[in-house]
């Protein structure tokens, strides 16, 4: 238990008040417990002398009743009680019997045999002003006398017997307080052993009551300190239903509304940095965009500068001018052509573009992009063979998209395909028959394994010197790619037994 912590201090302030406060009443205990039974007894034995002496005076004509209530006096009040005859002062009757005294009582032998009673008739007797208020003045009287008896104060009564409003004689009591100084010496040596087990008795309570409180102030000052770190997983204890029962439900509530609000701006922010980094790379696609453009657009504006200078110095004629002219048409349709492709990628890559996803049939899309083609396969001799699973096949997507990566892809294969050799188109179904697996295969050339990692790059060519002749922009698989990753599809390529194999996955409509 540190020092400084909230259960030392209440530790510390339950176990001190309780210890002061059993202290303190040891002490009082000690110091007036004895005095304050002496005032209770001395109340006591004047309440009930009073009654006696009251019933005595009522009941003295017959001696078989007063000598009942006698000793029943005597006995309840540890008393010795003794009639006191006026005429003849050393006249007693005690106990039933009367005996007479010589002068000087306290003094004869003869008093001892009334133990403390005689004593205490003789300073009745030598006390003036007792004595008057009594035979005088008819008043009963209580005190504590200075009397000792056996080293032991007394308490004395006095009360007057009046008979046809005559007093004759006197009623004396007498009580010693022996019992409660017994008493007082057994309670002093108890207390001590009490005050003992009290103090290990507190220090066991205060550390439990110091627990009870710190305990669910130590667990929300925890569960605090993890919120402060971000922290929202833990929870506190709620099930009290006082004030740390409402912290705690207030903490939580707390915690849950600054998470939900946490996760929210990481969210914002999650979606912040994304658009960052978008525009970032539209920033520099655009920079690569004119790059490639400027380097792309180069050559076929030197050649249609260079030879329009020529036309207009009138330096060819005939069929040289029809020649050049045909060049400068055809470098115009590849400028238009490398235009339009590069206007597509970065629509496409822009990540704004959306598809229009609609339904439609991929075999009745491949048999008419093969009839628009049909004149480029048999330029290039070139045998295509179908095989369809079945005969209409019918997927999800963009048709116009995916109907520019079946061109895109043909053309390629067109391109690359050895003369007087086959392509094969396949549109199957996938394992888990959701899905249509669509490939083209094209008898040629193997692809190094080096190039397939790069192949969807844009502008990238297999041949290094960029060949014009080929017609080919270097876009065509870039376009491919970007569609393709918009429809969520698996594509690839692989090199076959006989040449080169693209593919791609479509979803299948459900029939």
């Known amino acids: ?183 007082v010496a057994v309670i002093k040596k108890f207390y001590i052993y009490f005050y003992l087990f009290a103090i290990v008795l507190i220090l066991i309570f205060s550390k439990l009551f110091s627990n009870t409180i710190s305990k669910p102030l130590i667990l929300l000052n925890n569960a605090a300190k993890k919120m402060a770190n971000l922290d929202f997983s833990v929870k506190c204890d709620n099930n009290r239903n006082d004030e740390i029962g409402n912290l705690s439900r207030t903490l939580n509530f707390l915690s849950s509304n600054l998470d939900s609000t946490l996760t929210e701006l990481k969210s914002a922010n999650e979606k912040l940095t994304k658009d960052i980094k978008r525009e970032k790379s539209l920033e520099k696609m655009r920079k690569e965009f004119v790059a490639d453009v400027s380097h792309e657009l180069k050559t076929p504006i030197s050649i249609i500068s260079g030879y329009a200078e020529a036309l207009k110095d009138n330096i060819l004629k005939g069929e040289e001018r029809d020649s050049l002219l045909d060049v400068i048409v055809d470098e115009s349709e590849k400028m238009s052509l490398l235009v339009s492709d590069m206007l597509n990628l970065s629509q496409l890559e822009s990540g704004y573009y959306k598809l229009n996803i609609d339904h439609f049939s991929l075999t009745g899309l491949v048999k008419s992009i093969l009839l628009r083609h049909s004149i480029d396969i048999d330029k290039n001799k070139l045998n295509i063979k179908t095989d369809f699973y079945k005969e209409n096949v019918n997927v999800t997507g963009d048709r116009l998209r995916i109907d520019q990566v079946v061109t895109n892809l043909l053309n390629n294969a067109v391109k690359h395909a050895s003369k007087n050799s086959t392509i094969i188109i396949s549109i199957a179904q996938t394992i888990n028959s959701q899905q249509v697996l669509f490939s083209i295969e094209n008898y040629g050339e193997h692809i190094d394994q080096i190039e397939i990692q790069n192949i969807w790059n844009k502008f990238y060519k297999i041949d290094k010197s960029r060949n014009r002749t080929d017609g080919g922009t270097g876009l065509g698989l870039s376009i491919v790619s970007n569609i393709l990753d918009l429809h969520n599809s698996e594509y690839g390529v692989t090199n076959t037994e006989n040449g080169v194999k693209f593919y791609f996955q479509l979803k299948k409509l459900s029939s």
Do not use: C
């Open 1 to 183: 238990m540190k020092k400084n912590s909230i259960a030392f201090k209440i530790f510390i302030f339950t176990a001190g008040f309780f210890i002061i406060y059993a202290s303190m009443s040891l002490v009082l205990q000690s110091l007036f417990v004895q005095k304050f039974y002496l005032y209770e007894k001395t109340k006591a034995f004047d309440k009930n002398f009073n009654e006696f002496a009251k019933n005595y005076s009522n009941l003295s004509i017959n001696s078989q009743d007063t000598s009942k209530s006698t000793y029943e006096f005597e006995i309840n009040n540890n008393a010795s009680v003794a009639i006191v005859n006026l005429p003849d002062k050393f006249s007693i009757t005690f106990r039933g019997k009367n005996e007479s005294f010589k002068a000087g009582l306290a003094s004869s032998n003869d008093a001892k045999k009334l133990g403390i009673i005689g004593p205490a008739i003789n300073e009745w007797l030598s006390n003036t002003e007792y004595y008057n208020s009594v035979v005088k003045n008819g008043t009963t009287i209580t005190y504590n006398s200075g009397l000792k008896y056996k080293e032991l104060n007394s308490i004395i009564g006095v009360s007057p017997i009046i008979k046809d409003g005559k007093i004759e004689n006197v009623m004396l009591a007498a009580t010693s307080l022996q019992p409660i100084d017994e008493a």
